[in-house]
């Protein structure tokens, strides 16, 4: 596996288990766990963050002049990242709600 295909899956890896645990994070926001919910949010944003450096890390690269490598792969590993964050916003906005329903 060559460099960019490896920083693609760790953007893929971490992005997937953020959204993973936002979801779970609604879930338990369902069932009214609000405790849990702030566990998940937490630990997916962790996951959020990292997915994200290394992929600033390319912009980075990019700016200074490197050439970054375009394929399928990226292309998608960009994806989840973003998809992710739209996520990470709405899940948010979705626990508001459900904490204002238990109120």
Do not use: W
């Amino acid at each position: 596996m060559d460099e960019m295909e490896s920083i693609c899956f760790q953007i893929i890896s971490n992005a997937g288990t953020a959204r993973s645990l936002l979801i779970e994070a609604l879930q338990e926001a369902r069932e009214g766990n609000f405790p849990e919910v702030e566990n998940k949010l937490n630990e997916a944003n962790e996951y959020f963050v990292q997915a994200h450096k290394v992929h600033a890390e390319l912009i980075q690269k990019e700016a200074q002049g490197e050439g970054v490598p375009f394929s399928l792969l990226f292309m998608h590993a960009e994806d989840q990242l973003m998809s992710t964050e739209t996520i990470k916003h709405m899940a948010k906005e979705m626990i508001h709600l459900y904490n204002k329903i238990e109120g």
